[in-house]
Structures are given as structure tokens and as C-alpha cells.
């Protein structure tokens, strides 16, 4: 197993101790890496330089994009040939409609439970939860004792996903099985759009040589605007 410690002052690190604790119990190795070490800022330390810099960008556009190379690079180093990912089907939907308001419905096709192509440097990810309320995942940890960590990121707040969030849980209450519909529909989306979707020529980003769309990745690019380019 494989866990990211993006460096959030008195809310990771519990985290990282959780996920140790149950590893150890399951007898499954586990595997850390930091933003410290891979790139040379914790999050807490970027955040401060975003604040800085007067960027309008939230800490969860950088991390989200930081800790998707971390988990690639790691997964690499130790031979991993898939990376399965936690996502519930509350993060599928709440992902799906935030392509929609961000205006980039292309992203709709690469945010699918697989990632079908499998291509040179580049760990495929599934996700055996997608298909579950994130309330039933929960549960079910309750149910069976699994220890889990229960405050949310301090970062998460800031982010619009948690306005998607309450939204959809309220949708939700007062209509139950509309994030089921939202799903499904999703799905339906991707297909058709995977049809027409033209081929896209990766290449390896200039800066990292990590596998990227662009000529720089958008880690670097990310970093580049900080100017904390490592
Ligand atoms: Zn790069």
C-alpha cells in the first residue's frame, strides 16, 4: 500500500499513522512518500506561496495534481501494475459535475473507475469502491472496527467540490437515489464521448520526464508558477 503525505500540519499525520497501523494489521507492506521529499515544499509550505502570490487557485488544485504524480512515481519504484484508489461514488459524481462547471467536459472521459489505456510509465488506476455511497463505505468501516481518519482536511473547506458536496447530499435526502442516476448517467456520457474522442499523444514533460499531454506536466507548471521548480 501506498500513502502520500502531502505535509498538513495536525491532520496528516494521523492519517499516515492509521494507514501504517492497518497495514501492519493486514500484513501488507506500506509505502510513504511526502511533497517534502519529492518536491521539496510540504502543502502547508505551497499553500503559504500561493497566499503570496495573490493566485486564485485552491490548495486542492494543487494537490490533487502533486499527489496524482507522487502516486504514480511511487507505484513505479515498487512494481506496482495498478493502482486501486478509495474513490466512492460520492467523489466519482461530485468529479463529474465539477468538469461540468469548470467547462471542461473532456475530462469527463479520463475521470472513469478505470483507466483503460495502459501506457509506458503511466500506472493504470481502478476503483473498486466508485460504485459506493461513501456514507455505506462508512458503515461498513464502523461495522467491522476498521480505524479510519474522521476530521476532514482543514484545506477541504475552501474547495467548490465542498459545495458540490452539500449539494448533492441534500439532492440526495430529499430525493433518494438521484447520486445513483447521476452515476449511471455519467457512464453513459463517458461511453459515447470515449467513441468520438480523438487519440492523444502523450509525451514525457520536459522538466520531469514524467508522462504528460503537454510539452511540461502539470506539476511543473504548477511549481513553475510558485517559481518553486525543483
Ligand atoms: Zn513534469
Redesign the pocket.
Known sequence: AITIDEGIEGYREEAVKIASENCRILGVEHYTISFKDLYGYTLDEIVKKIRDSGSNLTPCSYCGVLRRKALNILARKIGATKIAVAHNLDDEIQTFILNIMHGDPIRITRAGPVFEEEREGLIPRVKPLCEILEKEVTLYAYLKGIKFQENPCPYAGEALRNDVRNMLNRLEEKHPGTKYTIFRSAEKIREKMRESKPEINLRT?K??G?V?VGE??R??KLLQNLSIQK
Open positions: 514533460c522538466i520531469c514524467e504528460t511540461i506536466c506539476a511543473c
